[in-house]
């Protein structure tokens, strides 16, 4: 059986929803320590929802580093009783490998842990220095693991050089498309105030709904950007509103609007919050509003690493690779703040947090191989 294969299926076996780790990391680190890499395990958050990371490294000679960074925890099953087989055992089926974590990302760990082997069974002693961060926090608040690790790392005065992410990123081909970047997160919780009243009696009340109703007109048909050659424009959307109090003959004294930006590079979170409130005050609304921001966006243009992951994506499958931004968040928002050049790489993306998620057999090796190139791509250059 292939390596990453056999990997990939004990990953799989482990129930590690989030923030559970199962035994994940600890295998993970028993390959790494034979290899030279000294392992550090890094507990964060309350005992409730502790929450295990894995940083391993092992210098290179040539003071540059490759961080290779993943999640072990998975999103929940579902509805067990729907899938064809026990997500928690792995399968097969027609060529296809089946199991909760198998494209999101168990198999990207493996598969870069079987290339960190075979690069270092060919090169003992390599110039590229090589780590890999492991988190069981990234399907959850994301509070207590990447980040948390990339702050110590920050005060530990570590140099990172580039990264790649295993997130799930091809579409219909392994290695038709990388992410680059990604777009900013940014959440408000908009509370409109009125005055109930009888709803005959509307000349004794105020109507929050109504009085809201322009000014989200507006925001819906602002342009906040026109995005760049990598960003499409920022986007601003409503997920939720909450008013009235389930009669039907009461003006409501308030309303609550969720709504969320995805933000391109040009513009910043403190902008958008800014021109919101500057449209909310024009409108004259009696308001309070609470913002998350969720991530910052961040961007790779083409550079070595950029490089080095389209030649080994071209010398394993012949495919000339798109460069995206598209998609929602992922943890190279935390790693980019202490990394100048950050990719994400990795499986087709087509089943992921669904019912019988899979990835291709035969995808796994030729993933593990491109790691594998880009380590000895990047070895050349430290």
């Known amino acids: 059986m292939s390596k990453t294969l056999h990997l990939a299926e004990q990953l799989i076996a482990q129930r590690s929803v989030t923030p ?37 490294k092992k210098p290179g000679r040539g003071g540059r580093t490759l961080v290779f960074a993943g999640h072990t925890d998975v999103v929940p099953t579902g509805p067990l009783d729907q899938w064809t087989s026990d997500p928690f055992v792995p399968s097969h089926r027609d060529g296809k490998l089946y199991g909760r974590g198998a494209a999101d990302m168990k198999t990207s760990i ?20 090589i780590a890999l961060l492991i988190t069981s926090d990234e399907e959850g608040p994301a509070v207590d693991g990447t980040v948390v690790v990339c702050e110590q790392l920050q005060q530990r005065g570590e140099k990172l050089d580039y990264c790649i992410v295993g997130e799930p990123t091809s579409v219909e081909r392994l290695g038709d498309m990388i992410k ?22 509307p000349q004794l009340g105020k109507n929050p709904i109504h009085m809201a109703l322009p000014a989200l007109d507006e925001m819906a048909k602002t342009e906040w950007d026109r995005g760049n050659e990598f960003f ?12 009235g109090t389930g009669a039907g003959n009461i003006i409501p004294n308030r309303v609550v609007i969720d709504f969320n ?29 609470q913002w998350t921001v969720g991530g910052q966006p961040f961007l790779t243009t083409p550079g070595e690493l950029v490089a080095a992951v389209q030649a080994a994506i071209r010398a394993e499958t012949s495919l000339e690779t798109e460069l995206s931004t598209t998609g929602g968040t992922s943890d190279g ?45 990047l070895d050349a250059l430290a």
């Open 180 to 201: 680059n970047g990604r777009r900013g997160s940014l959440t408000g919780k908009l509370t409109v105030k009125g005055i109930q009243a009888h709803i005959a009696y």
């Open 261 to 289: 930006f995805r933000f391109a590079s040009v513009s910043s979170a403190e902008q958008l919050q800014q021109r919101v409130h500057a449209i909310l005050d024009r409108h004259g609304l009696d308001y309070e509003l």
């Open 110 to 129: 493996a598969a870069f842990t079987v290339a960190a082997e075979e690069f270092l069974a060919a090169n003992p002693q390599p110039n590229l220095g």
């Open 333 to 377: 928002r935390f790693i980019s703040l202490i990394c100048p050049q950050v990719i994400e790489f990795g499986p087709i993306n087509a089943t992921i947090h669904k019912i019988d998620e899979h990835v291709r057999v035969a995808d796994l090796d030729p993933l593990k191989n491109i790691y594998r190139r880009v380590l000895e791509h």
């Open 20 to 56: 559970e780790d199962g035994q994940c990391q600890p295998l993970i680190a028993a390959r790494l320590a034979p290899l030279g890499f000294a392992c550090e395990n890094i507990e964060s958050g309350p005992d409730t929802f502790r929450v295990k990371n894995l940083w391993a």
């Open 232 to 243: 499409p424009p920022t986007s601003w959307q409503i997920s939720n509103i909450h008013g």
